[in-house]
């Protein structure tokens, strides 16, 4: 029969096409293997930058293995367990530091750190910033004259004006969000959500279906980062979207890197966290992770980023008590929601 | 005799197997993870838990209300107009939803229906100021609709091919108006096929995901498949998972057994003739409603494609194009998804094979547990979320071998799998029609084996097999859930890039990239008829 000739074919097809991916080794001879989420690795994204400058100073091959974001980043640590083959992972945020330190897969990174500046400060002997943002929320100014200029408008506004959010239980702007209202209405949150509520178009599962709505003019209003104009205004030239800055402050996420127990063995795995904080890393992320470089950078920042809101107060819970409190808040947030 | 042909169950079983092993060892080994890591219990069933339950369970019975209720009479115009003009194209352009990655399809839906789509510009170009709001169950329903309607009509119509011409040729000499056609002749081969129909739009509503919550509105509109992707990424809670798989399971086998009672399933007719040559001339009212409900059927479907289309051709095509890494991906796109069509064809024929073999042999009326796990437990594999399938089988390869050179393995397994319930449709009724047209024949001729293969059941199946791989590849094209996954980048998909171009503000790309997608799977469904068709020309040619 042919098909099973064809079968046959086409399975050897496939297995010799995927027969020629290396297979990471831990710690071959002069090999560093970084985990980290799919957008740091795309052709755009700071990756490919990032691997060219490293392999220049340490005379080794990067090896990046990504997956989808840092949630799954963390799941994928836990599922190895101790024999992970990750040296570095780099990707997870201050909400996921508390949980991923609680497994005690990740070593301390032995490093000086006091080239890292992030607002309001951030030391840990185990996990090193690499950059940040704040949580915004994004208004189309062609469609919306008088955009919300707090939190308390956008919760008491005209619930006419739409807002697209993204979902806490799956994503982390969604999270962010929750986080954000968490720390300026307090034991109020779950009152302000089911007034907010009226005002939410829909709640998506992530971060791309909200921008997509809201590009695509379904709402005015969009819960994204203050760093998504420089986007439009550098790579696209557009400057109708903007950020709106809230007068209660904004929500800070830092990304953080560390190596594990095992990539602790790695000298190179050391080097690299140290390389982070260099200008020759820092460079690749404002306009290609389109955050807030940890440190410096060689030349001055586009000046798109001049124009970007400047969060009035940094908002921002310890890891340990986002972990603690995540499940009951998340709950508080599906019952005022759902009412 | 019995000999030779006893190898069929073996086959069936084989294929089941290899089903449940892909699923079960997946929810064994997150079940013996969950064990050993002392997550406290399984899942409370709580009140939360009880309303997404039973959303899950409205949204999708409603959604498959609405695509049968609607497919029916598209079919019927369909087929009662052969000879409609653009009718090959419909079909072809009915396989496209499928391959659709979903958040495509809500941007595509939000485009004609949604506060700034067309139906809204239409309403303020008419001075009314009415801003069209589907987010909530209305967007849910339309959405799925949208993707299960030409599904459904393709299907519904595939049964009406089955009716033998005799029929219809005694229809028209009996003179029987429109509904004593439909009630005499249609219906009862709906029917029969209604309940497997209706199972398959149900079960791939059930594991709706991004549908219902983009369209949701708000988190009332949430599915158990959330809260499993919820507890096996956010909350890394596997036992929570594993409880809710098996409750996803439980339940759409509840519903599934329930319908499968209102199927009575019959003999097919002996007659030969399977084309479609319709002898009655519909009168001019009839044409006329036809038409109508065709067109608007075509409309339906084809204007959130046309939102698509648009939008994608906004993109810079011909930069996109000369992107070696969009070629890379198209070439994987292929390679996977054909290897994953031929799988699933390979397991489904299998299935078919056997049952039908099981049902020839059987004295007793209702079918035995083998013959039922062949065709409804074939299908339970679409409720098991990929990304449980892809943990589980992660946690058993990882001390073994590197899970990431199991990626391309699994990404093909897990389509061929989640395929096997269509092309099992799809393949059955030609199936079983010809074996119970030919079972006597050949016992009586002695036509056994190779031969008969060669001479008897090839002749009948190879539209069929045309049909149900460019379907089964179409599917797997546009599936993202299993390479996301696993998360290597060197398997990087048409999909996979088109959704990793959106997440990174790059949304002209990523609609430029449904548009090639879109493109791709159109000349997918071209070559699936163009060769069934070139096949039957040199049969033709060979016979006469």
């Avoid at chain 2, 609607?70 to 019927?76: H, K």
């Avoid at chain 2, 003009?85 to 939000?110: D, K, Q, S, Y």
């Avoid at chain 2, 199972?199 to 009332?220: A, E, K, Q, W």
Wanted: hydrophobic share 50%; proline share 5%.
């Amino acid at each position: 029969m042919r098909p099973f000739e064809t079968i046959v074919k086409t399975a050897a097809i496939v297995t010799a096409l995927f027969a020629v991916i290396p297979l990471g080794t831990a710690h071959a001879e002069g090999k560093l293997t970084v985990y980290t989420y799919e957008s740091f690795t795309a052709e755009w994204g700071p990756g490919p930058k990032v691997k060219q400058a490293f392999e220049k100073q340490c005379a080794c091959t990067v090896e990046f293995v990504a997956v989808a974001d840092g949630v799954a980043l963390l799941n994928r640590v836990k599922l190895e367990g101790e024999s992970t083959k990750a040296d570095v992972v780099l990707g997870l945020d201050t909400n996921l530091t508390y949980e991923a330190r609680q497994t005690g897969l990740f070593a301390p990174h032995g490093i000086d750190t006091t080239a890292v500046s992030i607002p309001g400060g951030y030391k840990d002997d185990t996990f090193v910033p690499y950059d940040y943002g704040y949580f915004a929320v994004i208004y189309d100014s062609e469609k919306l004259k008088t955009p919300p200029e707090s939190l308390k408008e956008l919760v008491e506004g005209d619930p006419k004006q739409k807002i697209v959010i993204e979902d806490p239980r799956t994503s982390t702007p969604g999270l962010g969000l929750l986080l954000w209202v968490k720390s300026v209405y307090g034991d109020k949150a779950g009152e302000a959500w089911a007034k907010l509520k009226d005002r939410v178009l829909t709640v998506t599962p992530g971060w791309s279906e909200a921008y997509g709505l809201f590009t695509k003019g379904e709402a005015p209003l969009v819960l994204s980062y203050t760093t998504s104009p420089a986007y439009h205004l550098i790579a696209e030239r557009v400057d109708r979207y903007k950020a709106i800055s809230f007068s209660e402050g904004h929500y800070l996420q830092v990304e953080v890197a560390a190596q594990t127990v095992n990539g602790a063995k790695n000298p190179l795995s050391a080097q690299f966290l140290a390389f982070m904080t260099s200008p020759a890393f820092q460079d690749a992320i404002p306009e290609n992770n389109w955050m807030y470089p940890a440190a410096k950078t060689t030349d001055a920042l586009n000046p798109a980023f001049e124009t970007l809101v400047q969060p009035v107060k940094t908002l921002i819970f310890p890891s340990e008590e986002v972990a603690k409190n995540r499940k009951a808040w998340i709950d508080e947030w599906l019952a005022a929601m759902s009412l | 005799m019995i000999a030779i042909r006893s190898f069929r169950p073996w086959v069936g079983a084989c294929a089941l197997a290899f089903l449940a092993a892909l699923a079960g060892g997946a929810l064994l080994s997150l079940a013996s993870e969950a064990l050993r890591g002392g997550t406290e219990g399984f899942a409370a069933f709580d009140s939360y838990l009880w309303r997404v339950a039973r959303f899950t369970l409205v949204q999708a019975l409603l959604s498959m209300l609405l695509a049968v209720a609607f497919a029916i009479p598209l079919a019927r115009a369909l087929h009662e107009h052969p000879a409609f003009p653009g009718r090959a194209l419909i079909l072809r352009l009915f396989a496209l939803p499928l391959a659709l990655p979903a958040l495509v399809a809500v941007l595509g839906i939000t485009s004609i229906y949604g506060r700034n789509g067309l139906l809204a510009f239409a309403f303020s170009s008419l001075g009314m100021d009415t801003i069209p709001n589907i987010y909530g169950l209305p967007g849910i329903l339309l959405a799925h609709v949208f993707f299960n309607l030409p599904l459904a009509t393709r299907l519904v119509l595939a049964s009406l091919d089955s009716i033998p011409s005799d029929y219809w040729k005694l229809a028209a000499q009996l003179g029987m108006g429109g509904w004593a056609r439909f009630s005499l002749i249609e219906w009862p081969v709906i029917r029969r096929n209604l309940s497997g129909i209706a199972g398959l739009i149900f079960m791939l509503c059930i594991t709706s995901f991004t549908i219902v919550l983009t369209l949701g509105g708000g988190p009332r509109a949430t599915t158990l498949e959330v809260a499993i992707y919820q507890s096996l990424h956010f909350d890394f809670d596997i036992a929570r998972a594993v409880s809710l798989t098996l409750l996803q399971l439980g339940l759409t086998i509840a519903v599934l057994l329930l319908l499968g009672l209102t199927g009575k399933p019959a003999d097919e007719g002996f007659s030969l003739q399977t084309t479609t040559r319709r002898f009655e001339r519909p009168g001019r009212a009839a044409q006329c409603v036809n038409t109508a409900i065709i067109l608007l059927g075509l409309l339906f479907v084809g204007l959130p494609m046309g939102g698509t289309v648009v939008s994608g051709l906004g993109a810079d095509l011909a930069r996109l194009m000369s992107e070696s890494i969009v070629w890379r991906a198209i070439a994987t796109s292929i390679v996977l998804g054909a290897a994953a069509a031929l799988l699933s064809l390979a397991l489904s024929l299998s299935l078919v094979i056997a049952r039908e073999y099981q049902q020839s042999r059987r004295r007793t009326v209702s079918p035995g547990l083998f013959e039922r796990s062949l065709d409804l437990g074939a299908s339970l594999i679409m409720v098991v979320p990929p990304i449980v399938i892809g943990a589980g089988w992660f946690i058993l390869s990882r001390h073994a071998i590197n899970p990431f050179s199991l990626a391309p393995v699994m990404v093909i397994g897990v389509n061929a799998a989640m395929a096997v319930p269509f092309a099992f449709r799809i393949l059955r009724p030609a199936w079983d029609t010809a074996a119970s047209r030919h079972n006597r024949l050949c016992l009586q001729l002695g036509i056994t084996g190779w031969d008969r293969l060669r001479l008897i059941d090839w002749p009948a199946l190879r539209l069929p097999m045309g049909v149900a791989f460019a379907f089964a590849m179409a599917l797997s094209l546009g599936d993202l859930g299993t390479i996301a996954l696993f998360g290597n980048d060197s398997i990087q998909t048409l999909p996979f890039l088109l959704l990793q171009r959106m997440g990174s503000y790059r949304t002209q790309d990523a609609a430029g990239l449904a548009l090639i997608l879109g493109v791709l799977c159109l000349l997918l469904m071209f070559a699936a008829d163009r060769g069934a068709a070139s096949l039957a020309r040199q049969d033709n040619a060979r016979d006469g």
